[in-house]
Structure formats: structure tokens, C-alpha cells
């Protein structure tokens, strides 16, 4: 039973496009939303978060959407750049604090 | 920032053997995470602890797998009599437990059962 999904495995935007990656939830008791980047070899890293009450929260580049009524997120990224390169995965908070997260999306930025 | 510490980087071991891991959390976080991750997948949970306290243990756990955190600062996962199913690799995690604290991962153990 796969709470948080990914549906999309792979994506490739041209370098200064914007890059949208997206996810889906079932849980509707989750308080927090987050986005890890991941290099090969390396632990995910976080990137930006959002509250459930929150319908946008923007950091530089990457702004995060939350639709609640559709229990749909998204992740902008704007302009897209080579090292953007890397898995994205979307992850979702518990109210117990596990951290549950979806399956990625490839991101390949293209020169 | 010394950041989340994982020892070793690397385990090869053979099927039946046993096999322990070390993590190092950020020395401030009283939260510490273990998730497991395989090719094509997103960590999956696998328990964490509050300071020394195991607070939940996943399905995904058999009785083969412990975890530990003495002392409330490093923690050790050990699998017994591994299989080629545990091959993956073993990311541990650390937070704040107040408040929303987002997990800070280490960059792995990865352990192949031959």
C-alpha cells in the first residue's frame, strides 16, 4: 500500500526550462511534505518542506505546491541547471514522525 | 558540522553470516532513523529511536534484524544469518524531535549477501 507516489520514473528538461516533478498521497492525516535530492553514492538530501496548512512555500530556486483537495504536490524547479541531475523523492510526515517516502523520479538536465 | 556519520561504506558478507552497522547521528538530534533502500525504490522505514527508546519497529523488520541505542547518542543495526534478500542499502537518519525537524542521512552502508 504505497502512501506517497511517483508516477513518473524518469524526466528530462532542457537546461533553463523549468523542471516540475510531481507526487500523489492517500493519507490524508499527514502534517508535513518534503523533497530530498539524491546523488548515486551519496544519503538523500533535503531540499524544502511545506506544511499541510500551507499551499506554497518557495526557497531560491525550488517552490513546493500542495493541493490538498486533489492530495497532490508539486516541485518547481526554475531555471533548471546540470547539477540538478539526481533523484527526487517526495517524502510525507506521520503524525507519529515516520518520514514515508515515494518511489523517485530521475531528473536528467539537458545541455 | 560533522554531519551523519554510517561505518562501514561498504559490507560484501556471506549468506548466513552476521553483520553489524554503525551510525553517528548529528551530536544534537535526539531522533535517529534506520531506512533501507533498494534499486528503483524510496527508503523504506525500518525503526527509529527517541534518545534510547525504540519507538516503532516496521513489518519489514523480521527477527533477524536489531537495532540499538545504548546510550542514546550512536546506534548499531545487526542482521542475523543474512540472506541474499537483505542485499540494499542500509541509510540511517537523525532530527530534532521538536517541532518539525526535517532527517539529515548519512550516505549509506551498502551490504551485499553473496
Known amino acids: 500500500d504505497q502512501q506517497v507516489k511517483q508516477n513518473s520514473p524518469s524526466l528530462s528538461v532542457q537546461e533553463g526550462r523549468i523542471s516540475i516533478l510531481n507526487c500523489d498521497y492517500t493519507?490524508?492525516?499527514?502534517?508535513?511534505f518534503l523533497w530530498y535530492k539524491k546523488y548515486p553514492a551519496e544519503g538523500p538530501t533535503f531540499l524544502i518542506s511545506?506544511?499541510?496548512?500551507?499551499d506554497k512555500n518557495e526557497d531560491g530556486r525550488f517552490t513546493v505546491f500542495l493541493n490538498k483537495s486533489a492530495k497532490h504536490l508539486s516541485l518547481h524547479i526554475v531555471p533548471s541547471q546540470p547539477g540538478d541531475s539526481a533523484v527526487y523523492f517526495c517524502a510525507a510526515r506521520n503524525r507519529d514522525d515516520k518520514i514515508i517516502f515515494g518511489k523517485g523520479t530521475r531528473l536528467h538536465i539537458l545541455p | 558540522d560533522t554531519g551523519v556519520s554510517q561505518n562501514p561504506r561498504h559490507k560484501i558478507t556471506k549468506r548466513g553470516q552476521n553483520v553489524t552497522f554503525r551510525c553517528d547521528p548529528i551530536s544534537e538530534h535526539n531522533r535517529l532513523y534506520w531506512y533501507r533502500q533498494t534499486l528503483g525504490q524510496g527508503p523504506e522505514f525500518l525503526t527509529y529511536?527517541?534518545?534510547?527508546?525504540?519507538?516503532?519497529k516496521s513489518r519489514l523488520l523480521s527477527d533477524r534484524f536489531s537495532a540499538e541505542r545504548p546510550k542514546g547518542s550512536f546506534s548499531t543495526l545487526e542482521i542475523q544469518r543474512t540472506e541474499q534478500g537483505d542485499s540494499a542499502m542500509y541509510l540511517c537518519?537523525?532530527?530534532?524531535?521538536?517541532?518539525?525537524?526535517?532527517?539529515?542521512f548519512g550516505n549509506g552502508t551498502r551490504l551485499t549477501v553473496t
Open positions: 537518519a537523525s532530527s530534532l524531535a521538536s517541532g518539525f525537524s526535517p532527517l539529515h
Open positions: 511545506i506544511s499541510s496548512i500551507k
Open positions: 529511536f527517541q534518545n534510547e527508546a525504540q519507538l516503532e
Open positions: 493519507n490524508s492525516m499527514f502534517d508535513y
